[in-house]
């Protein structure tokens, strides 16, 4: 807030405020909330409940299908199955993907959490935020890699799963997105403004 002319004060609308940092909080709860529910209880209960599991297939094309005038395939197929009957390591093959992104969600929320309240006690710029910030670094982009890993063995999984009457020749396909790396590579450079705050707060009250 600052004072203007007629003595009225005036909202920094760039400033973070009690009621931005309270807005905060909620988000990461509710996202801590959905991934435990979705992403860890979803598939458990699912499990419990037999329900039929859904898996993508991708299968070359052996008949003809209408397509739009001039357009051609490309000789294969993705189809979304609904598996009954499905085994539990067949269910821990989907999940996987879930329960990571789960759990990374979780973890980057709560170190997230903690950067808010030392910034909020105004406390920003310690050792203990760095490491923080570089973890999350970290998190996000070597932990999206391995989702994505998972992603790719859960969505070829039910080649190998004996439902197929000739599964033919084996390929495993694998989506690999670089975003994720910027994004960690962004995030690591902010840990090292944090890290150069700390070094100046210290070189500051050294000479105080």
Known sequence: MEANGTGRTKRDWLAFDRADYLGTKIILGI????????GLVGPVVSAVTNAPLPVS???K???????????????EATME??????TLGERLTQALPEFLIAGLTIAVAWMLFQLLRSTQAREPFTLRNVRRINTIALV?????????????????????MGRLPDNGDLAFVFTFTPLPLVVMLVIALIGEAFRRGVQIRDDVEGLV
């Not at 003809?64 to 395939?73: D, K």
């Not at 199955?81 to 499905?86: I, P, Q, V, W, Y």
């Not at 999206?144 to 998972?150: E, G, P, R």
């Open 31 to 38: 996202a801590v909330v959905g991934s435990v529910l979705f």
């Open 57 to 59: 297939y991708t299968t």
């Open 61 to 75: 094309i052996t008949s003809g299908i209408e397509l739009p005038r001039g357009a051609t395939h490309d000789g």
């Open 81 to 86: 199955l609904l598996l009954t009957n499905a």
């Open 140 to 160: 996000i982009g070597l932990g999206w890699i391995v989702v994505q890993f998972a992603q790719g063995v859960a969505d070829n999984a039910i080649q190998t």
